[in-house]
């Protein structure tokens, strides 16, 4: 009885070795952390002439959920001036939704508070504003890598308030 016994035993452990090695092993992916999908970029620009001075400064970041689909907070300063005319000073901030249909085709919406103080010459004298604007964006550009360009449409548009020329407003976006 023995024997058997010690027989079954050695049987039933060369099956689990043998199940074990002959078995497909797969090791679990660890999901990536989430500072690794968060991607930075923005915009900068600056410009000047005849007594006119425009800067902006306008750092963003996203976070790239998957290849198609990346939702992000950017923020915006500017500050305009024209000598004895005006000058304009905006402060705000902004959600953007970004959407791949193709690797090269992107897709944009983008929602835009910004806080807007601006003095000018009314003719009588100086004029002060003070007021939040707000801007909503449908985009769709062209993308490669990184780098992507294209034109976006401000349906909240208003001709008076609006620190934009006009509703059409081309773009480019770096990420990295």
Known sequence: MKIAFKTTHYGLLL???????CLPISAQEEPPSFWSQVRYGGGLGLSFGNGFF???IAPSAIYQFDDQFALG????FTYNSQKNRYNTTIVGGSLIGLYNVIPEIQLSTELEALNVSRSYDAGLGIANDLYWYPALFFGAGFRAGNFTAGIRYDVLYDEEKSIYANPWLPFVRVYF
């Open 15 to 21: 099956t689990a070795l043998t199940l074990l090695i």
């Open 73 to 76: 907070v950017g923020t915006t």
């Open 54 to 56: 425009g800067g902006t």
